[in-house]
């Protein structure tokens, strides 16, 4: 995989590999580029010289998302004069991170050369690189042993070590490895070189080894793998090239950042996004499964399994647990290991909670799994016990939050996580505790769907009514207490005291995919969602333009945000607005060919007329799961696949441009069903200019 | 007035019908600079002929040159595009009968002949 | 071109930047802001406050025109800039200029400083290829609210003049701009930059020419839309095609360079960075590849370098009475003559293809006026094969630069110097005969014959050339063809030795026709086979030859122009399965570069390789290649005038599904094309 700034990455689970586009890593303390492994950098320096010149890269072939490959030729590029060498450099990360080097002599006479892989490492915390502090409080040591280098890091009883080795004469030492090779005439030289990536436990062995089941996988059995996964998938014939590119890279993506956690071997869930997040996020987790279901459903069933093993059972401040809570995020680096940071796990989420119950209900729509409904009966009550018993802060009958760990604690909880997403139209931060809108349709959705499950699987119709009874209670306190009068639409959130957050987000949008909307007030909300000062062009933003804190790039007041729009649409349908929901679904798969069909986590809320193509926002990660589902969940929307009682019911709403559609072969309770749609609806391509309203 | 000058310009006055110039239509004037004097040269090409006069009139392509250069120019020395773009000489007008001009100045006859080969080694 | 490089360009004037709209001093790599092959600008870098910025995104939607997306500072995680730069560049009107506009998303007033720093090293494109000093003088100076960069040697001037349309403080080394900004605001400003070829008398050298008038962004627009238009439109299942078709439009329609002489009949320049000006051989070849779809290139190119037409012996630029040129240049080693670039006639190849070209332009246009205008020039390039180019007097076209310190040592098509080598390796002695020049003296014979019979009246002189072209196509089968190899040599050397390396040369001469029927399967089998072919095309060099390098520029790597020539010579001798297998791998091999195929790329195996493996240092767009996109589209649907009529005979292979080409212009008016991938038989 490799973007347009020649970032090169190749990844299996939370093992991944982020170079150049020479292969070379030479990490500085902010930059994540380097071999890394539960959450810990093994290699922050890889850098492959010929006779102490470094090489240029002509190109980088992206065979799978486990390996790669560079055509790489010393010294610099200079017109005529060709390179008398190159080199193939292929790696792969299969368990473990290996490096092939072909150097092919291309010359009329033999040459003498000098080989060189440079090796180093930080040992740094994923943590300590995002947060550009390394400050290491253990003992670094290096040594050659047999032929091997290996570098180590110890802080306690924690220990990491790299150990680097080749198949061919080498001269190694602390430093990097040094080949002195003769090519003859018209020949080559090749050798491998392997890198591991040791946890090193108790009596010196690797903390996984223990644990996995089977080993590592190899390469022939990855690649087997994902062919399957890729055939499992429905197929798609569409005459859109974007989205029949997209859902091909979302496919190839998804299994790219399938994670098997240590506790579960062998299960999948999406990890939430490279290189910062390949880890569980209970949020991401949930949203990317709901958005996969009707197209790779063992998704779903492995994230609800995982999360419920580790659902929070008591209080713990430093780690925001409560019991019956569902986690925000799980690591397993070294400050994970010495609780400079809560992640292990950290639960200071409000939303994975009842989003957690919703996954459960969608899941067995689609599957009529009910052994995993029965499964998970007890965490779910839990779950949906915590609601009341450990978030209503207030204790007025709203989902609220406030960090316990005020150190390192999430100031905001809901998806929208960064410091200042939350605010006043005048641009003030609210106090605490904090009651954001979406949270609150979340819980009402969990609340009906939670009442299903009751009368259907757990025969407990006395518990169905009442969830069902507070859910109506809740749904007409909140059109009451979150509509804000004179602009319309609802606000982000309130206070205890009932103060409105009065900003235009794109929040409202998730209100429609819940259900929480009063219907007389659902017209205004779907105008606000396309109108001028939220739908660029391209996507809705998360925030409106004219509120004091927009900014079309700031990360969560302005920018837009694949995923985000893709409940959008969801929600937009649910409600009936078919034209406004194709429209959405329209300008995200057109956005998606920019990107080569792989959708970033959010890109800039410039208007569309204004920069003609979507930019991307700095340093999203990409790929990152719940925007690799958004064209799936799209195409959900588009096609209007809903199951009714054992039936996969079409109700399509197709943009015009996108032309027919065919998805085979879909999985569910019923079997595999094919649907068909051919594009009626005609999108507004018109785009507004905000010009005035700046 | 050089020698070469007078005798270059009378050269192309006779020149006769010369296909080549057939498709060519226009005129250059040649201002030379000598001391303090500047005379004329207008050439006019059409149907394959070239009228040389000393008239000062329009012409469609008009070249600046001191007696000097002009000299070296006619005697092979110098290449007109070259001495352009040094600012030697100035052009105004229509550039194409400036490549006419190139092909018009006489040619070295003893410098005039094929190269013949000259079996080498193999390297 | 590098890989994050932006370019811009009209003409020979152009901007290559990188992501950022910066150019940083690189005294060996071409960027920055380029007219008439000088470098005025080679120092072009915003900043913001003192900071440098950083790229979100750049584009550009039309070859005239980029956008960048800039935020300062380096991206960090959770960091949103609260400011936005837009940077958009226009070239035209003899330079270019950039609209910047400051947006401040904060939330509060942000004061700023916008700075433009701007050097000019004034090289000579050609220097920035061999590196050599600079002996003019510099000078930088404020005048009157402009920046002045100038340089001067004797007489020789050139400047970059750089002017804002509102106050700034100017120094010798940039401008800047200073305001304030009230949140969420904007501010706008216009930086121009012209580049002035100061004449004799002061002001632009080309002003004083009735040239062309320098266009701006509503002429350029208006004029890619018409030309568009004009050319036959491509309807068919297979995108990459159409991408391909496309791309290579809107990339010839960029490439279009009016000349000083023919300021209203553009000619195709060569390639961008290194080639943007009148080459005669790419000038020629891909005027031949456009033909079918844009013909006026054509007319435009055979008038020019007619016009050029060599009229004498001159060492230095290696020119014969007859020759047809293969560069013309005006930087300041063109000016100084320290390079024999104005213009410079180093090619064996140039006059014979003017011949070919001259022919088939008739074929398909009917313009018998052309052919009896330029009628003097062909029967001098007639006479310069005889009387110049059969150095050995052997009835072959041989070629040895007259000028050994600047001269090409090869003056065909490759030529780099270890281009013509034995399958040992050795280079062979001059002069040499490159077999493709002789089927191209074989082609031009023939063409011509039918000229001088059609249009110049002269039936005893076609009967002459006639006679010309058998005999040198027996002589030619007897003394090129290798028996043990099945092949014919690569050329002769100047014992009239064979140069034995099998090369793609021996495609060329299926397209000229020189081949003997029972000799045409063995060279497409040769063509196909493991040593020539790589899975994307046809290698310059077998991978068993001893200089074979699959990125050496002439050795080994695969050209895209090279492959359409021999799908034509395929397709001529009713190879219709090999030429569909050579086009379709090309066309597989233009999507990953967009649609656009370089100037060459890698000739590893395509089962070592999943991408093709760009050539670091080609050109891109390149004109040949350009061309080769629409020559392949020819050959496959079969296209051939015959008197009035187009004939369409298509081999299009299967997985290229149906193919209409609509409005195909020629003596007909306008004719439409339809195929259907089928498997070809041949």
Redesign the interface.
């Known amino acids: 995989m490799s973007d ?1 700034l ?1 970032v090169v990455k190749i990844l299996d689970g939370n093992t991944f590999v982020v170079s150049d ?1 020479r292969g070379d890593v030479e990490a500085t303390p ?1 930059s994540p580029t380097g071999l890394f492994a539960l959450d810990t950098r093994f290699l922050s320096r890889w850098v492959l010289t010929i006779d102490g010149q470094r090489l ?1 890269s ?2 980088v ?3 799978n998302y486990f390996e790669t ?1 560079f ?1 790489l ?1 010393p010294g ?5 004069v ?3 060498v ?1 080199v ?1 450099r292929e790696r792969s990360i299969v368990g473990s991170f290996a490096e092939t080097l072909t150097v ?1 002599n ?3 006479v033999p040459v003498d050369l000098e080989i060189r892989i440079e090796a180093g490492s930080d040992f740094a915390d994923l943590f300590e690189i ?1 947060d ?1 502090a390394i400050d290491k409080k253990g003992d670094y040591y290096a040594e050659v042993q047999d032929g091997h280098l290996r570098m180590g890091y110890q802080r306690g009883t924690f220990r990491r070590e790299t150990v680097v080795s080749t198949t061919e004469p080498a001269t190694v030492e602390v430093g990097g490895l040094t080949f002195t090779v003769h090519i003859p ?2 020949d080559k030289w090749t050798a491998e070189i392997h890198v591991k990536s040791l946890a090193v436990g108790p009596g010196g062995r690797d903390l996984r080894m223990g644990l996995r089941a089977g080993g590592a996988r190899g390469r022939d059995q990855m690649q087997r793998e994902l062919e399957e996964w890729i055939e499992s998938a429905p197929s798609l014939n569409c005459e859109s ?1 974007p989205l029949q590119t997209a859902y091909r890279r979302s496919l190839v993506d998804l299994a790219a950042l399938r994670y098997s956690p240590i506790a579960l071997p062998g299960q999948y869930l999406p990890a939430a996004g490279l290189p ?1 997040f390949m880890t569980m996020f209970g949020r991401d987790s949930v949203f990317t499964s709901l958005q996969t279901l009707p197209f790779v459903p063992s998704l779903s069933a492995t994230t609800l399994r995982i999360l419920a093993a580790l659902q929070g059972t008591r209080i713990d401040d430093f780690r925001d647990e409560d019991p019956g809570r569902i986690l925000h995020e799980f690591r397993y680096g070294e400050t994970a290991a010495f609780e400079d940071q809560p992640h292990s796990p950290y639960f200071g989420t409000v939303d994975a909670t009842p989003l957690f119950v919703i996954l459960l209900d969608e899941y067995e729509r689609w599957s009529g799994d009910t052994a995993l409904v029965h499964e998970l009966e007890k965490e779910t009550r839990a779950a949906l016990n915590w609601m009341y018993e450990y978030a209503d802060l207030a204790g007025n009958g709203y989902l609220w939050y406030e960090r316990r760990n005020l150190k390192n604690g999430l100031e905001n909880q809901c998806w929208k996580d ?1 410091w200042d997403s939350l605010s006043y139209s005048d ?1 003030r931060l609210p106090g605490y505790p904090r009651a954001t809108c979406e949270s609150q349709g979340y819980m009402y959705d969990a609340k009906v769907r939670a009442a299903r499950l009751a009368r259907l699987v757990w025969n407990d119709p006395a518990f169905a009514d009442r969830l069902e009874a507070e859910a109506a209670a809740l749904k007409e306190r909140f059109n009451r207490d979150f509509w804000v009068e004179e602009g319309e639409y609802y606000a982000l959130g309130i206070d205890p005291d009932g103060g409105q957050y009065d900003v235009l987000t794109s929040n409202i949008g998730h209100l429609l995919w819940s259900g929480i909307v009063d219907a007389a007030r659902a017209p205004k909300i779907a105008e606000h969602l396309v109108g001028p000062r939220l739908y660029s062009g391209w996507g809705v933003r998360t925030m409106a333009v004219g509120e ?8 969560h ?2 920018t837009i945000w694949p995923f985000d729009n893709s409940f959008i649409a969801w929600g937009l349908r649910r409600y009936g607005f078919v034209e406004e929901s194709a429209m959405v679904a329209d300008g995200m798969i057109d956005a998606a060919e920019f990107f080569q069909g792989r959708l970033p986590e959010a890109f ?1 809320g ?1 208007d569309r007329e204004l ?3 979507p ?5 999203a990660c990409s790929p990152q799961a719940w925007s690799t589902g958004t064209p799936m969940l799209l195409l959900r929307t588009m096609l209007g696949l809903e199951p009714h009682e054992g039936h996969l019911a079409v109700e399509p709403a197709l943009p015009e441009d996108m032309g027919r559609i065919e998805l085979l072969d879909i999985p569910g309770r019923w079997g595999r069903v094919d649907a068909f749609a051919r594009g009626r609806i005609e999108v507004r391509k018109k785009v507004f200019s905000t010009a005035e309203l ?1 | 007035m050089a020698g070469r000058e007078a005798e270059f310009f009378d050269q192309i006055g006779r020149l006769g019908h010369t296909p080549w110039l057939a498709k060519i239509d226009g005129s250059i004037r040649f201002d030379v600079t000598e001391h303090q004097d500047i005379r004329h040269w207008l050439l006019t090409i059409r149907a394959g002929f070239v009228a040389v006069t000393r008239e000062y009139r329009p012409a469609d392509t008009v070249v600046e040159s001191d007696s000097d250069t002009l000299d070296r120019l006619l005697a092979g020395r110098l290449r007109l595009l070259p001495a352009w773009l040094r600012n030697e000489i100035a052009v105004e007008g229509r550039p194409m009968l400036v490549l006419v001009l190139e092909r018009l100045v006489p040619r070295s006859p003893q410098l005039d002949r094929p190269l013949r080969g000259v079996a080498g080694r193999a390297q | 071109m590098g890989k994050h490089l932006v370019p811009i360009l009209d003409g020979n004037t152009f901007v290559v930047s990188d992501r950022r709209g910066d150019v940083e001093p690189a005294p060996r790599t071409p960027t920055g802001f380029f007219s008439f092959d000088t470098r005025f600008l080679s120092v072009w870098r915003l900043s913001l406050n003192g900071e440098r910025l950083n790229a979100l995104a750049a584009d550009s939607p039309e070859y005239f025109e980029a956008r960048f997306f800039l935020v300062p500072g380096a991206p960090t995680h959770y960091v949103d800039a609260k400011t936005t730069l837009m940077r958009k560049r226009t070239i035209g009107q003899g330079g270019f200029h950039e609209v910047l506009t400051v947006i401040n998303h904060d939330d509060r007033p942000v004061d700023y400083q916008v700075r433009l720093d701007a050097g000019a090293d004034f090289r000579d494109l050609v220097e920035i290829k061999d590196r050599s000093p600079k002996v003019g003088t510099y000078r930088s100076v404020v005048r009157d609210g402009t920046l002045i960069l100038d340089y001067q040697r004797d007489r020789y001037h050139r400047q970059a003049l750089i002017s804002v349309d509102r106050p700034a403080q100017i120094d010798e080394r940039g401008l800047a701009f200073s305001f304030r900004l009230a949140p969420n605001t904007r501010w706008t400003g216009t930086v121009r930059v012209r580049a002035v070829v100061v004449g004799a008398r002061g002001g632009d050298l080309r002003e004083t020419l009735e040239a062309r008038r320098p266009r701006d962004k509503q002429t350029l627009k208006q004029d890619l839309a018409e030309w568009l238009d004009r050319a036959p439109e491509l309807r068919s299942d297979w995108r990459p095609l159409l991408r391909m078709y496309r791309r290579s439009l809107i990339d010839l329609a960029a490439l279009r360079y009016s000349t000083l002489a023919f300021p209203d009949h553009p000619i195709p320049a060569a390639g961008l960075p290194w080639f943007m000006g009148i080459f005669g051989r790419e000038a020629m070849l891909s005027s031949l590849q456009a033909l079918p779809f844009v013909p006026e290139l054509a007319a435009a190119t055979l008038r020019l370098l007619a016009i050029n037409q060599g009229s004498r012996v001159d060492d230095f630029r290696d020119e014969e009475p007859g020759k047809i040129l293969l560069e013309f240049r005006y930087g300041e080693t063109a000016a100084f003559e320290e390079r024999p670039n104005s213009p410079y006639f180093g090619a064996a190849d140039s006059t014979l293809l003017f011949l070919i070209l001259l022919d088939e332009y008739e074929r398909w246009s009917g313009d018998v006026d052309l052919v009896r205008e330029l009628e003097p020039e062909a029967r001098a390039a007639i006479t310069w094969m005889s009387d110049y180019a059969d150095l050995m007097g052997d009835g072959y076209v041989w070629y040895q630069s007259r000028n050994p310190r600047h001269g090409l040592p090869n003056q065909c098509w490759k030529t780099s110097p270890d281009a013509i080598s034995y399958r040992d390796g050795r280079l062979p002695g001059l002069p040499r005969a490159t077999c493709e020049l002789q089927g191209y003296a074989y082609d031009a014979k023939l063409r011509s014959a039918r000229l001088a019979r059609l249009v110049w009246n002269d039936a005893a002189f076609a009967d002459r050339l006639e006679r010309e072209a058998a005999e040198l196509k027996d002589r030619f089968n007897r003394d090129f063809w290798i028996e043990e190899g099945g092949y014919y040599a690569l050329a002769l050397d100047g014992d009239h030795g064979k140069v034995d390396a099998l090369s793609s040369n021996i495609g060329h001469l299926l397209w000229s026709g020189i081949v003997e029927e029972s000799r045409a399967r063995a060279v497409a089998d040769h063509l196909l086979g493991p040593q020539l072919f790589s899975g994307w095309g046809v290698r310059t060099l077998s991978d068993r030859e001893r200089r074979y390098n699959p990125v050496g520029y002439h050795v080994g790597t695969v050209w895209p122009s090279d492959n359409a020539f021999i799908v034509w010579g395929l397709r001529r001798y009713g190879f219709n399965r090999e030429a569909a297998r050579v086009a379709t791998t090309i066309v597989e091999a233009a999507q990953y570069f967009d649609g656009r195929l370089p100037e060459a790329f890698g000739g590893y195996d395509r089962a070592q390789t999943k991408y093709p493996v760009p050539y670091p240092t080609a050109c891109t767009p390149h004109v040949c290649s350009t061309g080769a996109s629409l020559l392949m589209l020819r050959a496959l649907l079969g296209l051939e005038p015959y008197n009035d009529v187009l004939v369409v005979d298509p081999a299009v292979p299967v997985e290229m599904g149906r193919i209409e080409l609509v409005g195909i212009p020629g003596r007909w008016g306008r004719r439409d094309a339809f195929a259907r991938g089928r498997e070809p038989v041949d």
């Open positions: 347009e020649g586009d902010s240029n002509l190109s072939d992206d065979l490959r055509f030729v610099e590029a200079a017109y005529y060709d390179a008398k190159s193939i092919l291309h010359a009329e995002k550009e005439a018209n090239e910062w960064s641009g004091a804190r927009y900014n079309p790039i700031g990360y007041v302005g800039g410039y920069t003609k193509y930019v991307q926002y700095p340093t700046t």
